[in-house]
Structures are given as structure tokens and as C-alpha cells.
């Protein structure tokens, strides 16, 4: 077996920003204290059963709620939420201060304006380098019109819909 190249972790981010992504918050309540982290690491990963995976970096407060509360909801932030992705990007400090509290139908926190709300029960969950896996199984969706947040080469950007609704989606 030979060993395997090291790639830089500063050229792995640089050139995984080059995949533009959508970017969500992830919330949970663990103990009565609501919890939040900001993430674009999020797929659907079935449409039967409904299941998702996001990734939460291991050891943060959310990641650890997630866990013991064994819910959480997805709150894909629209285009004009940038402000509440850097808020919840934010380590070691309330997320939700000065935030009006509202609570989905499965009793987890939601942040309130988001494009789309997940609420999911923890699946299962795997360990990969630095970051927690977590596969959801969504109990509830819901969504509104609007243009999501995107995120391309560490910056915020926005969607821009060209041509017309492909007649078969692709997944």
C-alpha cells in the first residue's frame, strides 16, 4: 500500500469553495437553552423514507444539543438573511440573543423568515475527520416563496434562476 498525499487544509477549502452552496442554520433545544450553528454542508439524502445529512463540526454546543435532544430543524436561510448566518457562524456566544424565539411544530427552535424549515428526529450519526455526520428524518417541511442565500468562495452570493423548470429533476 503506498501512503497517501497530504493535501493542505487551507487548499482543500479553497478549492471545495469553489462548489456553491446553499446555507442554512441548524437548531435544536438541549435542556431548555436553545442552539444554533450555521452550515452548507447539507443534502438530502432520501425523498422515501425523507431523510437528510448535515455536517456539524464536532464538540460545538449544537452538535452536542443535536445529539441529546435527538431533534433539530433546518432553516434554509433566504438571500436576505446574510446577517443571521454570520450571527450564528459565531462561536461562544448566544445565537438567539435580541432574536424573537419561535418554536416548530416539533418543539425545536426556528429562526424566524427562513426560505424553508426541516424539522427532523436524529436518524443516525457517523464520525468523519473533524465533523460529526448526521442523517435526519424529516417530520415536517415547510417552505415559502422567495431566493435563497448562497455561498461560493467565502462570500455570500445570491441565486440566480435562468431558463425554465426542467421538465424531470435530476434527483
Not at 437548531?27 to 450555521?38: I, S, V
Not at 448526521?134 to 468562495?153: T, Y
Not at 467565502?154 to 425554465?164: A, H, I, L, Y
Request: glycine fraction near 10%; charge should be negative; hydrophobic fraction near 40%.
Amino acid at each position: 500500500m503506498s501512503e497517501r498525499d497530504v493535501v493542505d487544509p487551507l487548499a482543500m477549502r479553497r478549492t471545495m469553495s469553489r462548489f456553491a452552496t446553499g446555507v442554512a442554520v441548524i437548531t435544536a433545544l438541549d435542556g431548555g437553552q436553545p442552539h444554533g450553528m450555521t452550515v452548507n454542508s447539507l443534502t438530502s439524502v432520501s425523498l422515501d423514507p425523507p431523510l437528510l445529512l448535515v455536517c456539524l463540526t464536532t464538540g460545538a454546543r449544537t452538535t452536542e444539543a443535536v445529539l441529546n435532544a435527538g431533534r433539530f430543524a433546518v432553516n434554509i436561510l433566504s438571500a436576505r438573511q446574510e446577517e443571521i448566518a454570520l450571527r450564528f457562524a459565531k462561536r461562544g456566544v448566544d445565537h438567539f440573543e435580541g432574536l424573537p424565539l419561535h418554536y416548530g411544530r416539533h418543539r425545536v427552535p426556528v429562526v424566524p423568515e427562513a426560505l424553508a424549515h426541516l424539522e427532523c428526529t436524529l436518524e443516525r450519526q457517523f464520525q468523519g475527520g473533524d465533523h460529526t455526520i448526521i442523517i435526519g428524518h424529516v417530520e415536517q417541511a415547510s417552505d415559502r416563496v422567495g431566493a435563497p442565500l448562497a455561498f461560493l468562495a467565502g462570500r455570500f452570493g445570491d441565486v440566480v434562476e435562468r431558463g425554465s423548470e426542467p421538465e424531470h429533476w435530476f434527483f
